[in-house]
């Protein structure tokens, strides 16, 4: 087996980022085509994402990420990645990102760093697992609260 090498590990993540900016800037899910991401996940990725967060659970495939990024555009009006620093070593990267973004239930903004573990073989994403400081947090800010009946 041969293992891909840091930098082209890095050179694939840089490249979705980049792509992942594009597709935003076109309008994002449910207007522009995740045709501009594809190419940089494998047919049968997987996405698992924290399941107490609104868009929680397990995104499987070009479709999964399709729901997935529209889930997140449900959640979030604004989400962006202020800064980001990359470690890869053969297939496996992680992603440290500063996130600063907007819940569009409440309009609560947050501030918070990003973990990404990513794995990346024959030059494709084939798995993300994202780590939250404090999902609660997030969840909490995209979570309009129930109000409280009174006697």
Known sequence: MTMPSTTESVAVLTRMYAAEAEYLAAGGPGKASFDLLAPFFAPD???????????????????????FFLAMAEAWESFEMVEQEFLATGETAVVLTQIRARARATGRELSFPLLQAITVKDRRITEVRPFYWDTRAIADACTVPTPTPTH
């Open 45 to 67: 990725v997987e996405l698992h994402q924290a399941e107490a967060l609104p868009y929680g659970g397990i995104w499987r495939g070009h479709h999964g990420m399709t729901q």
